[in-house]
């Protein structure tokens, strides 16, 4: 049986480790650097206590994984997931790596993640679990040495439980945790900036191979921070968002979805998107068949597989907002199909490029416009893009490998000059 929600039964670890294969034989990587990179720096593992509302002790499984920190601190999002086991937790902390490297910014890789559905929690517990999280695992944490972020399951509001966690045994540092609200030091821009960095790609994609965005037909799996801003911005350049889904259901409309009241009924009032009004009910897994031009998984990993969907997914582009959404073998199916994979740690990276512009802006406690940021978010997703799409012509190689190439010899020769005695 498969796991719910169509994911594969492939770990995180395993297609990140995959991926990478295929780029390290390409830039014929030393051995040694291999074995460095498929294992982390260090893995800390906790169980978090909790007091419940009921009186009992609930007892969760936490990590904070980080995978490599050549380049600068670790960087990375804290997930609040029943499936955030070591497996998933490492692929995402190493995926993290490759991305900060892509992204030219100055920091490596980590992931953090709580085996725990927040959906089962009061707002009292899920305070409880955070607070009780970092107190585990803050001798590992800090502003130059690792800096947690919102990932799925988290928010602002998380973000501001870990400061001030943080910040009762270190004193007030806002560097330690970005994703914050702005009132307590974040950036203007943060919340949405993953989103709207997705839709930087892919305007920067459909210039480039005349898939215009505007009335074409995107269906987005996943309506949380990433699918829902993404949404937002794709309806504001004229694409039709066909069908959206969350974990209760998913909706279809092809005359295109009224977005801004959908993004306020699922996203700021935190209703499931199918008791929405507008659009038909469908199950989840029928999503995936639906004729579009961009399909945009948004949500899980794995959820693009050999065993329930890639043979009839019907679109020109595949764009990985998520982590890791597409399996290896799913990935050459769609190659054969002449599917286009545009890769996660290019396409989802405008979250933790922000995140940098909060750290640099709390370290000097100097806050940027919304202008600024971005200004500043465009030219490094353009750049990045661009950088990759060289690559992809020079070689003949997949978006993916091409990313992985860049990323992987920018970290390389980060550790070649750090030197091994
Ligand atoms: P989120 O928790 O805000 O939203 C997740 C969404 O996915 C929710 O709408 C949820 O209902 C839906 N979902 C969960 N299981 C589902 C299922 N089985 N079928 C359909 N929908 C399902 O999370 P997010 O922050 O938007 O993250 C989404 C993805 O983007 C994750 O893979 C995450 O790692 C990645 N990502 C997030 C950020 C960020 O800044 N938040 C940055 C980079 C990458």
């Known amino acids: 049986m498969p796991p719910p929600g169509n994911r594969s039964s492939m770990s995180t670890r395993a297609i990140v480790k995959s991926q990478f294969e295929v780029a390290a034989d390409l830039i014929e990587l030393e051995d040694h650097l291999r074995r460095i990179f498929l294992m982390p720096f260090r893995t800390v593992a906790v169980e978090v206590p909790v007091r419940l509302d009921n009186g009992d002790i609930g007892v969760f499984r936490g990590y904070r994984i980080q995978h490599n920190g050549a380049r600068g601190p670790c960087k990375g999002g804290v997930r609040y997931h029943p499936d955030a086991d070591e497996q998933e937790v490492l692929g995402l902390a190493t995926t993290m790596t490759w991305k900060t490297a892509l992204l030219d910014i100055p920091f490596g890789g980590a992931k953090g993640g709580v085996q725990v559905d927040p959906r089962s929690l009061s707002e009292r517990e899920y305070e409880a679990v955070t607070r009780s999280f970092i107190n585990r695992i803050a001798i590992v944490l800090g ?68 898939i215009p965005l505007e009335g074409g037909r995107a269906v987005i799996q996943g309506f949380g921070n990433v699918g829902a801003h993404l949404a937002t911005f794709l309806h504001e350049m004229g694409t039709k968002v066909i069908a959206v889904s969350d974990i209760d259901g998913a909706l279809y409309n092809d005359r295109g979805l009224d977005v801004p009241a959908l993004f306020r009924h699922a996203y700021r009032d935190r209703r499931p998107v199918p008791e929405f009004s507008d659009g038909d009910r469908i199950e989840n897994q029928q999503l995936w068949d639906i004729p579009c031009d961009w399909l945009i998984p948004a949500a899980l990993g794995g959820v693009i597989n050999k065993e329930q969907n890639v043979h009839t997914v019907n679109c020109k582009v595949v764009v990985e907002a998520a982590n890791s959404p597409v399996t290896p073998i799913a990935d050459k199916i769609l190659e054969e199909r002449g599917i286009v994979v545009l890769p996660d740690f290019l396409v989802n990276a405008g979250g933790v490029v922000v995140s940098y512009f909060e750290w640099v802006q709390n370290l000097q406690q100097h806050p940027w416009s919304l202008d600024q940021v971005n200004r500043e978010l465009l030219v490094r997703m353009q750049r990045s893009y661009r950088n990759v799409r060289d690559i992809v012509k020079e070689r003949e190689v997949t978006w993916r490998t091409a990313a992985y190439m860049i990323a992987l010899d920018r970290v390389a020769e980060a550790e070649r000059l750090r030197g091994h005695r």
């Open 143 to 210: 502003p130059y040495r690792d800096i947690p972020a919102p990932d799925m399951g988290t928010n602002q509001q998380v973000m501001a439980w870990m400061l001030d966690e943080f910040s009762k045994r270190r004193g007030y540092t806002p560097a330690s945790v970005t994703g914050k609200p702005v009132s307590l030091g974040g950036s203007l821009g943060r919340e949405e900036a993953t989103g709207r960095g997705v839709s930087y790609v892919m305007q920067e994609y459909a210039q480039d191979f005349g």
